[in-house]
């Protein structure tokens, strides 16, 4: 593979002295701002000033008949840049195909709406330094590219505008390539891959891929400089070498590191490479990614990280907000992740397409392993969209080859009768560009060509779904469970049991509105489900379905098997999952980890007397106005046998207003405690907003979501609450997305905030009838 690389047989235990090297030349700036936009369907439409990411219109939070059309985005920009230079232009993801004119040049056309695309803009630039770029955003129904079945039969939305990232890069004609851009196999960019993993060295190899765009012979050497994370750095560098004009050059570094920092879940360790350019004893380039090290195997016995067995758990996500779309901020996709993490999960699928870069870094930072997954559900076009397909795959293996957290790879097109020539095909394209071990490809359909089979558990039907699958070696990862099998098929293991239910109090699909009866049921699905899939000798993990609520493009309501609602507020089924992380691991201090004990009722008369406590304790002692109920251990049967932490059901016998407090116990001391107050007549409004641990952006926009409790005079919500609530802006520089007045579900109403450039406080007040108002104040 790497024949015609250069080997430089280095360490990075050595370290050179450069002499006073000059500082990197290369310049990465935000261009989201300053933008006007206008929809082609309104031609009368003045230019309106837009920051991006930006979503082509607002939708309504059930989204029907979305914006499906043409959109025109343009910026009037200034830029100087030497002979010696060049410029480009990063779109991290414009939804879905994008024509790019730079001072009424058309320079590209990019069609894909979930991976990358890079403009050389540098022929282009005016002389005056006065500049121009025009973008023709266009998001129809289009089968030559991914996803390619239309959006009134998807299941889920794409939302148009260019709703990621935008970058502008200056650098020298002698530079570090973008992966994407640079259309390499195996190449381009940074590619870092450590091949020999243990606690006392980890060993491998840094590809760099260089362009010279010089009409000259460029003489040059790297230099890498690798950080950990506590500040500690090693350097190296490389020999001389010179670049032929005009042409590109890969040079393969071997490295090593003593006592490596190895990454994962509980302690997901990221060191800084960076890698120089030096000529002329100058910086003319300066490249950096994060990296981890971490080995990540499939054994005869099952998934090995760092050789620790694990089993894994872990939930699927769409990247959408209500309203937004998907512009959203990278703040606001970190949140998600952080969500995930303190979820009790160690796991995400992507679905069904890549996902953005802040989140995939979020997952590096915060310990989630990924599934990255090739856009695509239900549809298989022809050549031209299985050409896309193809280059989908490549341009996702080259953006995100480098995050540790990646540890399976879905090269296929979910639930869709891929032919055996394209799947052949889709799995030695990614072996292409993944040419190392251990980067696992998985479909869904079981296939030799792939190294896992990821079946939904729908696929299969009751009592034995997939726990009798044996191929071997062969391993199955369950990408999704707990929702459809309880739709369609109504399945599960308890058609006797609940066979008074109705059709809709069965399925894992509820609102947060639904009430107790339903979102414990939403859990107990969750709960069957995911012990019988640890059942199956052959599964080495489980992704449930779904994380969050989300919207589809066939259907005219929300999909609502989240175990968090679509604002992100957690259902029953979500402390069900926190409970089956272990008490003893301790994450960082910005997740929630340890003890942890949660009531699973509302307790007013309509109650259930059977109460569910989910904890990671070994016994829970349950309070009736302060009078013990029962101290007792897990509930243990042939539905929670499997489980790292079977829930706890107490029998009351007879309801009394007041308090429910749970105690959780760890060898014989308290630990954790929960406490559930009997709703009373609603007096006021409790505001609040969720940070998730990530402050806002000070200088570019952000989007929080912001609560509206409806309480009693306690502080205690009113479950059944649905005031309408009117929120009010008095002070800063923020804007109120969604609908308002909003009317309340489940006792609480929600916006969300969108707000830029903070630098002095927001001040939001919610008025509602008959309620104490309140007012919330918002600093960076």
């Not at 360490?11 to 701002?33: E, H, I, M, P, Y």
């Not at 897990?634 to 309801?655: C, G, M, Q, R, Y």
Request: charged fraction near 25%; hydrophobic fraction near 35%.
């Amino acid at each position: 593979m790497f024949s015609k690389n250069i080997f430089f047989l280095l360490s990075f235990l050595l370290t050179f002295s450069f002499g006073k090297a000059q500082a990197q030349s290369r310049t990465k700036v935000n261009f989201g701002a300053d933008w006007e936009f206008k929809r082609e369907e309104t031609p009368a439409q003045d230019w309106e000033k837009v920051t991006i990411p930006h979503t082509a219109r607002l939708e309504k939070l059930v989204v029907i008949k979305q914006f499906q059309g043409t959109s025109w985005y343009q910026k009037k920009f200034k830029t100087a840049i030497s002979k010696d230079q060049k410029a480009f232009i990063y779109f991290e993801g414009v939804m879905q195909e994008a024509d790019v004119w730079i001072n009424d040049k058309k320079v590209t056309n990019h069609k894909g709406g979930y991976l990358p695309f890079t403009v050389d803009v540098t022929p282009y630039l005016n002389a005056n330094n006065e500049n121009t770029i025009k973008v023709k955003v266009n998001n129809e129904d289009n089968p030559d590219f991914l996803p390619g079945k239309p959006i009134k039969d998807l299941d889920f939305n794409y939302y148009g505008g260019i709703y990621r990232n935008v970058y502008f890069i200056t650098t020298s004609k002698l530079h570090i390539t973008d992966a994407v851009n640079a259309n390499k196999v195996a190449s381009g960019g940074l590619y870092v891959n450590f091949r020999n993993i243990n606690k006392t060295e980890a060993s491998g190899t840094v590809q760099v891929h260089l362009q010279n765009d010089f009409d000259a012979e460029q003489k040059a050497s790297l230099k890498f400089i690798l950080t950990d994370n506590k500040g500690k750095k090693t350097e190296i560098k490389s020999d001389n070498f010179s670049v032929k004009p005009n042409t590109d050059f890969v040079l393969t570094q071997n490295i090593s590191v003593a006592n490596p920092k190895l990454w994962s879940i509980h302690n997901p360790n990221l060191y800084k490479l960076e890698v120089q350019i030096i000529s002329n004893n100058k910086v003319v380039d300066s490249y950096s990614e994060k990296i981890g090290i971490r080995k990540s195997e499939i054994k005869a016995d099952g998934y090995y990280l760092n050789d620790e067995k694990i089993y894994i758990t872990g939930t699927n996500e769409h990247q959408e907000y209500p309203y937004l779309g998907y512009a959203i901020s990278d703040e606001a996709q970190y949140r998600d992740a952080v969500k995930i993490k303190n979820a009790g999960f160690d796991f995400v699928r992507m679905s069904h397409y890549p996902h953005a870069e802040a989140f995939l870094n979020a997952c590096d930072e915060l310990g989630i392993l990924v599934m990255n997954s090739l856009t695509g559900w239900q549809f298989f076009g022809g050549e031209q969209f299985q050409k896309s397909a193809y280059q989908d795959i490549r341009d996702m293996a080259r953006r995100d080859r480098n995050h540790p957290s990646i540890v399976f790879w879905e090269a296929s097109l979910n639930e869709t009768n891929m032919s055996p020539e394209f799947m052949k095909e889709a799995t030695k394209t990614l072996k292409e560009e993944l040419p190392f071990d251990h980067n696992y490809s998985a479909s869904w359909i079981d296939n030799d060509n792939y190294d896992i089979f990821i079946p939904a558990r729908q696929h299969a039907k009751a009592p034995d779904y997939w726990t009798k699958y044996n191929k071997g070696n062969r391993k199955i990862f369950i990408a999704e469970y707990g929702d459809w099998e309880y739709y369609a098929q109504n399945a599960g293991f308890n058609q006797t049991e609940f066979a008074n239910l109705k059709e809709e109090e069965r399925t894992s699909r509820q609102l947060r509105s639904a009430g107790e009866k339903r979102l414990l049921q939403q859990a107990y699905n969750f709960q069957e489900a995911s012990n019988s899939n640890r059942k199956g000798a052959s599964t080495i993990g489980e992704a449930n379905w779904v994380m969050f609520d989300y919207n589809r493009g066939y259907s005219p309501d929300l999909e609502s098997s989240g175990i968090s609602d679509i604002f992100r507020i957690p259902k029953f089924a979500y402390y069900f999952y926190q409970s089956q992380r272990d008490a003893k691991v301790v994450l960082d201090k910005k997740l929630f980890s340890g003890p942890m004990v949660n009531i699973a009722n509302f307790w007013t008369p309509e109650s259930p007397l059977n109460v569910t406590v989910y904890s990671n304790c070994d016994e829970v002692a349950l309070y009736v106005n302060d009078i013990l109920i029962s101290k007792q251990k897990p509930t243990v049967n042939n539905n929670s046998d499997k489980l790292e932490h079977a829930p706890f059901i107490f029998k009351v016998t007879a309801f009394q207003a007041g308090t429910l407090r749970a105690e959780g116990f760890i060898k014989g001391k308290k630990v954790a405690s929960n406490t559930v107050k009997t709703p009373e007549k609603a007096s006021k409004i409790e505001l609040s907003y969720d940070l998730s641990s990530v402050k806002i952006n000070l200088e570019f926009p952000d989007m929080v979501f912001v609560y509206a409790k409806i309480t009693d005079a306690n502080g205690t919500v009113i479950p059944t609450a649905t005031n309408e609530v009117t929120f009010a802006l008095s002070e800063g520089n923020s804007e109120i997305i969604g609908q308002n007045p909003v009317q309340a579900e489940a006792g609480i109403a929600t916006i969300i905030l969108k707000t830029k450039d903070l630098k002095k406080k927001i001040v939001l007040k919610a008025t509602s009838n008959n309620l104490q108002e309140n007012t919330i104040t918002i600093t960076k």
